[in-house]
């Protein structure tokens, strides 16, 4: 039985002024999204975004919290609840983190 994993990618329509550069939090829940389904085509992983200004759940209101505090440069990426990047999120250790999941 394979674990579901869920990556919810944290960010705001405005980019933060260190990532002006970089993708914003959309275009990198977009390219992520695509990358994790090519590399990883039967695993179940859902992959979400949230708006800082409008969280949801209390696990997306702590985050952005967080982020709205400096705590965390957006865009944000949660898996599975943890951390697996911000700001320029590096997508070879967000797919160690899904192997790790895998092996649960």
């Not at 967080?66 to 951390?83: A, C, R, S, T, W």
Request: hydrophobic fraction near 35%; charged fraction near 30%; charge should be negative.
């Amino acid at each position: 039985m394979m674990n579901p994993v869920y990556i919810t990618v944290y960010g705001a329509e405005q980019k933060c002024a260190s990532c002006i550069h970089l993708p914003s939090a959309l275009e990198t829940k977009e390219w992520l999204e695509a990358a994790i389904t090519r590399k990883f085509p039967d695993y179940p992983i859902t992959v979400e975004y949230c708006d800082i200004k409008q969280p949801k759940t209390e696990e997306e209101r702590s985050f952005s919290e967080k982020i709205l505090e400096d705590e965390y440069f957006y865009p944000l990426v949660v898996l599975n609840g943890e951390v697996a990047g911000e700001g320029n999120p590096r997508l070879s250790a967000i797919y160690g983190l899904i192997e790790q999941e895998q092996k649960k």
